[in-house]
């Protein structure tokens, strides 16, 4: 899997999290994902359990907002995941650090993601126009 970022990620800091000030958009693949301006994310949701803290916390941002939007848009769990995890690559973190995140998430990430069924809006994903 491929993913490259294609815009900056811009936020402010709001009540509960962070806001995207800006559209942020990510190739995966062939696909473009644009999260829209006005996202509400809370990054990485860390334990605050010293060491989970010291090696996730403030780490992996673009991935984790990334995420987030995958998961409420219902795409598949283990897929969303998965761009998690190759998404912290190109963020540039070490594989180890990528896959404790990975593993996390794969771990505790359930209780995350809601399974109410088909979602009626999906990701905005536009195709990327070939050279």
């Given amino acids: 899997m491929q993913v490259q970022y294609l815009s900056p990620l811009i936020v402010e800091r709001v009540d509960r999290g962070w806001r ?27 334990p605050r359990l010293p060491l989970a803290f010291y090696l996730a916390g403030g780490r992996g941002v673009r991935a984790a907002t990334l995420h987030d939007y995958l998961y409420e848009k219902q795409h598949p769990r283990k897929w969303a995941d998965s761009v998690f995890y190759h998404a912290l690559l190109a963020e540039g973190e070490p594989e180890v650090i990528a896959k404790a995140m990975h593993d996390a998430v794969r771990l505790a990430g359930g209780s995350q ?3 109410d069924g088909p979602a009626l809006e999906v990701v905005t994903v536009d195709s990327v126009p070939t050279p």
């Fill in 20 to 46: 995207l000030h800006s559209e942020f958009r990510v190739k995966v693949d062939a696909e473009v994902v644009t999260v829209p301006a006005g996202y509400d994310t809370d990054f990485a949701s860390v």
């Fill in 113 to 115: 993601y809601r399974d």
